[in-house]
C-alpha cells in the first residue's frame, strides 16, 4: 500500500519534470497523510492544452455518491482490479492523473512492531505515481478527490512490505494521461512494479508515525546507536 509519502522538490523542478506551464507553489513536505489535499497533474480538458496541477483530498469519493460524509473513502486502488472495480473503473478509464513524490514510507512488521522505511527513486529523483481523480457533487457541495493505484511489491520494497505505489517511468505519462486512451490492455502493463534498481531504501525514526510530524528530519537514516564509537554522545 502506499499511506504516506513526501515531497520536497521545488515548484519548478516539478513543473519542468511534469511539463507544467506553471510553476505550482507548494510548500515543501515530509509527511504527507490521507485526508490531506495532495497535488495531482492530469491531462487538460481542452486537448493540446498545458497540463494542469491541482490539488484533491486524498481519499477516493465517487461521482455517484450522495453522503460526502458516508461510506469509506479508500486511498489506495488496487492495479490488479482498478480496470473492473465497480468504485474505480469509471475513474480508470477518464479520469487517471500523476501524484509527484519525492519518496514515500512503508512498514516492515515483525510480530507486534512496525518498523518505518522511507524509500526513493534513485537517490531521491523526483518521480510520479499513479492515481484516479474524481470529482462528487452531493447536497453537502464539491469535493475533488483522488487514490494512489498501488501494484505488488518488487524484490527491493518487497523486504519491507508487499504493496507498492504504480511508479510510472516518465516516458509513460503521455499515455496514462491521455482521457481518450481506455482500453485496459494498454494502460495496465503501466501499473507493473517498478524495476528493483530504481529503489532506495532506509530505516527511519518512529516519529513519522505522527501526522504532526513534518520535518526534514523524518527522510534521514535512523540513527543506530550501536554503531556508535564508545565514548561518543547520544
Not at 524509500?119 to 494512489?148: N, P, T, Y
Request: aromatic fraction near 8%.
Amino acid at each position: 500500500m502506499c499511506g504516506r509519502f513526501f515531497l520536497s522538490k521545488s515548484g519548478a523542478e516539478i513543473a519542468r519534470h511534469f511539463d507544467l506551464t506553471d510553476e505550482p507553489v507548494l510548500a515543501p513536505r515530509f509527511n504527507i497523510a490521507p485526508s490531506q489535499r495532495i497535488p495531482v497533474v492530469r491531462a487538460s480538458v481542452r486537448p493540446g492544452d498545458p497540463r494542469v496541477l491541482e490539488l484533491r483530498t486524498w481519499g477516493f469519493v465517487p461521482r455517484f455518491a450522495k453522503d460526502l460524509r458516508a461510506g469509506r473513502r479508500p486511498i489506495n486502488a488496487r492495479a490488479e482490479t482498478v480496470a473492473t472495480s465497480p468504485l474505480f473503473r469509471g475513474a480508470f478509464a477518464r479520469r487517471r492523473g500523476l501524484v509527484p513524490a519525492s519518496g514515500f514510507y512503508e512498514w516492515q512488521h515483525r510480530g507486534r512492531s512496525a518498523r518505518p522505511f522511507a524509500l526513493q527513486v534513485r537517490g531521491g529523483e523526483l518521480f510520479a505515481m499513479a492515481a484516479l481523480f474524481e470529482r462528487c457533487e452531493a447536497e453537502e457541495g464539491v469535493l475533488d478527490s483522488c487514490a494512489i493505484v498501488t501494484t505488488e511489491a518488487n524484490e527491493r520494497v518487497a523486504v519491507v512490505h508487499d504493496r507498492m505505489p504504480a511508479i510510472l517511468a516518465p516516458a509513460a505519462y503521455a499515455l496514462w494521461l491521455d482521457p481518450s486512451v481506455s482500453e485496459p490492455e494498454r494502460l495496465l502493463p503501466l501499473l507493473r512494479p517498478c524495476p528493483a534498481d530504481w529503489i532506495d531504501a532506509h530505516p527511519v525514526e518512529r516519529r513519522v508515525n505522527d501526522v504532526r510530524c513534518d520535518d526534514p528530519q523524518l527522510i534521514e537514516p535512523e540513527r543506530d546507536l550501536f554503531a556508535l564509537g564508545h565514548g561518543e554522545a547520544t
